[in-house]
C-alpha cells in the first residue's frame, strides 16, 4: 500500500474517531485533560497527523473506548491501531 493513501485513509478513519470521541462529554473532557489541547486548539489542529495520532492513542489507552469507537465506526479495533501507526509514519498493519 502506498504511503500517502494509508495517511489519507488513517486520517479519515482518525477524523471519524475524533467526531465519536467528542460525542460524549465525559470522554471529551479526558481527550482534553490528556493531551492538553483546548477546544479551540482542537478545533484549529483537528486535522494535523500529530493530534489525530493523539486521539487514536488517548483511544488505544483505555481498551473499553477503543473497542466501543471501533464498534460505533462499524471497523476492527486493529483498524484504529493500524491508522496511529499509519500517522506516526508507519504502515498500517
Do not use: K
Not at 20 to 39: I, K, M, N, V, Y
Not at 68 to 93: F, H, I, N, Q
Amino acid at each position: 500500500m502506498r504511503a500517502r493513501e494509508t495517511n489519507e485513509d488513517a486520517g479519515a478513519l482518525a477524523l471519524r474517531a475524533l467526531v465519536w470521541t467528542l460525542g460524549e462529554p465525559d470522554r471529551a473532557q479526558r481527550l482534553l485533560d490528556t493531551t492538553g489541547l483546548d477546544p479551540s486548539d482542537l478545533r484549529a489542529r483537528a486535522g494535523e497527523p500529530a493530534v489525530l495520532s493523539a486521539v487514536l492513542g488517548f483511544l488505544e489507552n483505555y481498551e473499553p473506548d477503543l473497542i466501543a469507537c471501533a464498534d460505533g465506526l462499524a471497523v476492527a479495533p486493529d483498524a484504529l491501531v493500524g491508522a496511529r501507526a499509519a500517522l506516526d509514519g508507519g504502515y498500517e498493519a
